[in-house]
Nanobody, 122 residues
Framework: QVKLVESGGGLVRPGGSLRLSCETSGFAFNELHLSWYRQPPGKGRVLVAEHSTTGRPDYAEFVKGRFTISRDAAKSAVNLLMNNLKPEDTAIYFC????????????????WGQGTQVTVSS
């Protein structure tokens, strides 16, 4: 069972930055496909960014050029640096992990963190 613990959310003004972190445990870090999702108020959960075990990050169109996902093997963590934040980025952000083989193929069940609130408001 993969355990995920997020941190780093908070209140920020439009144009500001925040850095989210998700520490993983219970599974080999280099065998995890790691992602960030978000759930705005009253809406469903959507993919924001993902980072495969083969080292290739991918982003939703609405965050490209503003958000950066990165893996920190020393801390078994995945980070999300969010720049130029907008009010529409307000949401609960969730870390997700799934097992992945050496070819980057994802398998197994979804594992979720508890979520961290990000509020962008003046």
């Amino acid at each position: 069972q993969v355990k995920l613990v997020e941190s780093g959310g908070g209140l920020v003004r439009p144009g500001g930055s925040l850095r989210l972190s998700c520490e993983t445990s219970g599974f080999a870090f280099n065998e995890l496909h790691l992602s960030w999702y978000r759930q705005p108020p009253g809406k469903g959960r959507v993919l924001v960014a993902e980072h495969s075990t083969t080292g290739r990050p991918d982003y939703a169109e609405f965050v490209k050029g503003r958000f950066t996902i990165s893996r920190d093997a020393a801390k078994s963590a995945v980070n999300l640096l969010m720049n130029n934040l907008k009010p529409e980025d307000t949401a609960i952000y969730f870390c997700n992990a799934r097992a992945s083989n050496i070819f980057g193929q994802v398998y197994g069940e979804d594992n979720w963190g508890q979520g961290t609130q990000v509020t962008v408001s003046s």
